[in-house]
C-alpha cells in the first residue's frame, strides 16, 4: 500500500459519513473516502454524482453515471482527488453502475446490504472493476458471507467475526484497519442480549434463530491480482 494521504477509497451504499470518517482517521494512507449511495443524506459537502465530486460537466444524475465512465481515465481521476478534494465526500451512485472508470481506486468498501436485497454478481463485477489492480475489497457483514471471488482475479486475504471485544477488521500484509459499521455495531450488541436470552431486539423480524437469517457479524476481504 501506499504512503500517508494517498489511497482512495469507496464505500459503495454507505448511508451516511460515520464509517468513511472513521475509516480515514484510522488509515493515515487514505487521503480521499468518497461514501457513495442512491439516497445518502443530503445535509454534509454533498455531490449530485460521483461525477460532479470530481469536476465532470454533467446536468443530471444519469448523464454523470454514464458519461464520467466516458470521459474520464483512471488516471484523471486520481489527479483531481489527490489535487484538490481529500477529506471524506458524498456522492451518489448504485452498485451496478458506480459512475467511476476501470481501476481508479485503493479500496472499495461495502457494510452491511440489507440481506434480503443482496448485491448480485453483476453488482460484484462492478465492484471489481473500479478496483485498482493489488487494491482491497473488503465486505462487513451482519449474516454469513456467501459471495465468492473468481480465484484468478481475487484473493481472499483475510476473514473473522465481529463481537463486543473485537471491533476492528484488521489485515495487516496491508497494514489497514476497518472499523465496524454502525449497522454492524448494532447488531452485535443485538446478538448479545439475544445470547443472554434478552428479547430486546427490532431485527428480529430478519434475523431469527429459528425462521430467519443467522445473525453473525463477520467480515471478510480480498486482494485483486
Known amino acids: ?30 487521503g480521499t473516502v468518497i461514501c457513495a449511495d442512491p439516497y445518502i443524506e443530503k445535509n454534509y459537502a454533498k455531490y449530485d454524482s460521483i461525477g460532479s465530486l470530481l469536476g465532470a460537466t ?8 454514464s458519461k464520467l465512465t466516458k470521459i474520464s481515465t483512471s488516471r484523471e481521476v486520481e489527479e483531481i482527488i489527490q489535487n484538490s478534494k481529500k477529506g471524506v465526500f ?22 452491511s446490504p440489507h440481506p ?11 465492484f471489481h472493476r473500479v478496483l485498482k489492480k493489488w487494491g482491497i475489497f473488503y465486505f462487513g457483514h451482519s449474516t454469513d458471507i456467501r459471495h465468492t471471488f ?3 482475479q481475487m484473493v481472499l ?28 455495531r448494532s447488531n452485535v450488541k443485538t446478538k448479545h442480549f439475544r445470547d443472554k436470552w434478552y428479547e430486546i431486539s427490532s ?10 437469517l443467522p445473525l453473525r457479524p463477520n467480515w471478510k476481504a480480498w486482494i485483486k491480482k
Do not use: C
Request: proline residues 4%; glycine residues 8%; negative net charge.
Open 1 to 30: 500500500m501506499k504512503t500517508t494521504n494517498s489511497l482512495i477509497a469507496l464505500d459503495i451504499g454507505a448511508g451516511n459519513i460515520t464509517f468513511g470518517r472513521d475509516l480515514r482517521r484510522l488509515n493515515p494512507q487514505i
Open 58 to 65: 454533467v446536468y443530471n444524475i444519469g448523464v454523470a453515471l
Open 90 to 111: 458524498k456522492a451518489i451512485a448504485t452498485y451496478e453502475n458506480t459512475g467511476l472508470p476501470d481501476e481508479s481506486v485503493d479500496i472499495v468498501v461495502l457494510n
Open 116 to 126: 434480503l436485497t443482496m448485491p448480485t454478481n453483476s453488482d460484484f463485477d462492478e
Open 150 to 152: 473468481d480465484e484468478e
Open 157 to 184: 486475504m483475510g476473514k473473522w467475526g465481529f463481537s463486543r471485544s473485537t471491533q476492528e477488521a484488521i489485515i495487516k500484509e496491508q497494514n489497514l484497519v476497518f472499523p465496524m459499521s454502525p449497522v454492524i
Open 203 to 212: 431485527i428480529n423480524y430478519i434475523y431469527h434463530e429459528n425462521w430467519g
